[in-house]
Structure formats: structure tokens, C-alpha cells
């Protein structure tokens, strides 16, 4: 048994590591290599933190690592929740990187109206696009975006949060009325767009609290495991009573006799 186990540790081990291996080795082939910073501070691995009444500088560095010049024409910042892009702003940077060459490129970033447009902690990413539109190289990071609550990403949460109720107000109240479904399979998924939507709002809440960003590894789980839990809860929840037939009224005739 013991030697089963070990076989079979061994070769998963082999699989992991057969599998980590071209990935590695595609990695440090790229034809190009992104370095980005904001302020001087390099964006990955860092939360960054963006205040949007404060212009600031962001600089790229790129590094191409092949044998073919390339022509990029524009970066973008964008900020992404939810698979949802929440900010993008666009700048026009055309330059040249010749092969095995370097060029870094800084520019300022005016970013007033990111106040309307999110808050709390979201990933971002700065991309290079070529003449094509076509995306070349990107680096992600984290922002820390200081805007208001009344934001586009704000009240998205709170509009997510509204029907949330909404959907549970109705699933509690047809269970109290002894209105759900009376099988099981249809109670569950009567619960599912209350337990989606609990996930949606704890995803987005989260992020506004600057506790966890939104990124897939955190949201898919929460939003899925959400959503199994309100159908679990629709799933077992009792019987709905079957309607309470009315008691037929028995009507006695009284005869009475008349003498004439």
C-alpha cells in the first residue's frame, strides 16, 4: 500500500513539474518584457494607491527580447472587477523598441474623473497595444482607488445588493405562504439568483472595504460557493403543505309536517 502511495505521489510530482516546466521556459522566452511604475513605485506585487484628484507619472520599460523591432502605439491603465472593466484611459506613445533593445517611456496620467468611476481595491493592468489594437505585453497590479461611494463601481454594488434583497424577501416570503415549488430540484433553483447574488455583494463589499480585490481566484469561489449554499437551502427547505380542502357543509332538511 505504502508503495502504491509513492508511485503515485512520484508521479504526480512528475506531472506537476513536466507541466511547470515549458511554462517556465515559454516565460523567460518572451519577445518582450513590461516594467511599469507609477510615481516611481513599481506596480507589480504592490498595491498601488490612487488618489484621483492627484495627476500622476507613469512610466513604462520595455525590454524586446527578439530579433524583430517593435512598433508600439499606445498603453492603457485599466482597472478590471467581476470581469467588468470599470476604468480604461488611453495614451497615444508611439515608439520603437529594436531588437534586443530597451526604451522607457514616462508620461503624466490626469486622472480626475476616476472619482466617478470606482473605488476601493481593484486589479489593474497596464497594456501596450501595437498599430493593430492588438495587445503586445501587459503587467498587473493592484490599485487602491480613493474615489466615492456614488462611483460607477459603487453603485453597481449597491444596485447588486438591492435586488439581492429582493430575491431573498421573495423566496422567504413565498415560504411563508407555503407558495414554493413542490419539488425539491425547483426550490433549489427558485434560492439560486438570491445565493448569486449574495456572492456579488460579498465580492464587491470585499473590494470597497480595501479588505481582498476582486481578482478570479477570490471571486469565482465566493460567488459559486454562494450560489450552491442558497440552492442547498432551497433544496431543504420543508414541503410546501398541499391546500386545505374547505369541509363540505351538510345541509339538514328539516320536514315539517302540515296538517291541514
Known sequence: MRRRTGV??????GLILAGAGPAAAQASDDPLTLTATIDGQDINGHTMVIVPDRPVQLS??????GGAAVHVRSVRLAGTALALTFFAYDTT??????????????FGLDLADLDGQAIGLLPASVQLF???????VAVDTVTDVRGSILSVYGVFG????????AAWAACLLALARHKLPANRLRRALRFLPAGFGTGLVAVVSLSVLRIIPPEPSVEIPIVVGTTLIGMVLGYLTPHPLPPVAEDATTSVTLTREVTG
Open 8 to 13: 503515485a505521489v512520484a508521479f504526480a510530482a
Open 60 to 65: 513604462v520599460t520595455v525590454v524586446n527580447n
Open 93 to 106: 506613445l508611439p515608439f520603437d523598441v529594436a531588437p534586443h533593445g530597451r526604451v522607457t517611456r514616462t
Open 130 to 136: 501595437d498599430v493593430d489594437r492588438n495587445a503586445l
Open 158 to 165: 449597491i444596485a447588486v445588493l438591492l435586488l439581492t434583497i
